[in-house]
């Protein structure tokens, strides 16, 4: 019961505050949609360049953590995609889209507060390790995948044009290819230059935690209630029991083992709705997995917690 209190509620207080914020006319739906772009399109950004900018790559990138994390998570999408097909009778394009709702944990606006709740500042290296290729594994394998189901028959050179144009006019990719870019070439960032970015960096996770709130008021519970379960079930119980079997069998560290399974664990992120709305496939199921996944997460992110302080 103190996790929930101390970790978990404080956090999803803050989304709560954006709810109730623009449920009662206090804030509006196009306030909210700003400060979400804000939050998307530059405060994480910057977040996201300056850790991967200063991260230890050799000592972060642990094979264990991220062959567990992402053999996990490409299992999940794969389970989400030919789940729809095969037991709701989805067309591929919409399969896509819920294969990609049970790929996307939400790992940066739930995922680091609640870890960092948790354990800590220091141990977020995991966490970061995970982020830094994140956006680009699941927007490139979502991506890939629908890319490949809308233009059957076409040539591969039309499927490759939409693939790389939608990777790189992603924010999130491009400050993670920056970050990696610098932290390699070992530049150095100009003081004032850091100090700027992190003041913006500084806004990312409470902005981002209450336009979260506010964004959810307009995901209305509609769409196929069978399907939302599945995607529930797949996104809060079964990537992070994957992450589990299999850091346990690699004797992953204690702090990466912890980073993967909490990761995993998290509720399908709004980039969920995002990818769903920009091919306009599935996106009321889309848009209600992240409503009801998020309330659920309490209650699973909790259990989780629970069982990893017993581990």
Request: hydrophobic share 55%; charged share 10%.
């Amino acid at each position: 019961m103190q996790t929930l209190l101390d970790v978990i509620l404080p956090v999803f207080l803050v989304i709560g505050f954006g709810y109730v914020a623009v449920w009662r006319g206090l804030f509006s739906g196009a306030g909210i949609d700003a400060l979400m772009r804000f939050t998307q399109h530059f405060a994480i950004p910057c977040l996201l360049f300056q850790a991967i900018a200063g991260i230890d790559l050799g000592a972060s990138f642990d094979p264990a953590l991220l062959g567990s994390f992402y053999a996990g998570a490409a299992t999940c999408f794969a389970a989400g995609l030919f789940g729809a097909r095969l037991f709701f009778g989805r067309a591929w394009e919409d399969c896509v889209a819920i294969g990609f709702c049970c790929l996307f944990s939400n790992s940066v606006l739930l995922g680091l507060p609640i870890a960092e709740r948790a354990y800590g500042a220091d141990a977020l290296t995991g966490n970061y390790a995970i982020i830094s290729i994140h956006s680009p594994f699941c927007y490139g394998l979502g991506i890939t995948a629908m890319e490949v189901v809308r233009n059957r028959g076409k040539s591969p050179l039309v499927m490759l044009r939409g693939i790389l144009t939608a990777m790189f006019s992603n924010a999130l990719v491009l400050a993670i290819a920056l970050g990696f870019i610098v932290n390699l070439s070992g530049f150095a960032v100009p003081g004032v230059v850091d100090d700027a970015l992190s003041l913006v960096a500084r806004a990312a996770l409470p902005a981002a935690l209450f336009a979260l709130g506010g964004v959810l008021l307009q995901y209305k519970p509609e769409g196929d209630s069978r399907t939302i379960a599945m995607i529930c079930a797949i996104a809060l119980l079964l990537h992070p029991s994957i992450v589990w079997i299999l850091g346990t069998a690699q004797d992953m560290p204690q702090d990466a083992f912890r980073s993967g399974v909490l990761t995993a664990a998290m509720a399908p992120g709004v980039n969920s709705y995002i990818f769903a709305n920009m091919y306009g496939c599935a996106k009321r199921v889309a848009a209600s997995s992240v409503l009801f996944a998020t309330g659920l997460s309490v209650l699973t992110v909790w259990f989780w917690l629970e069982v990893l302080a017993g581990a």
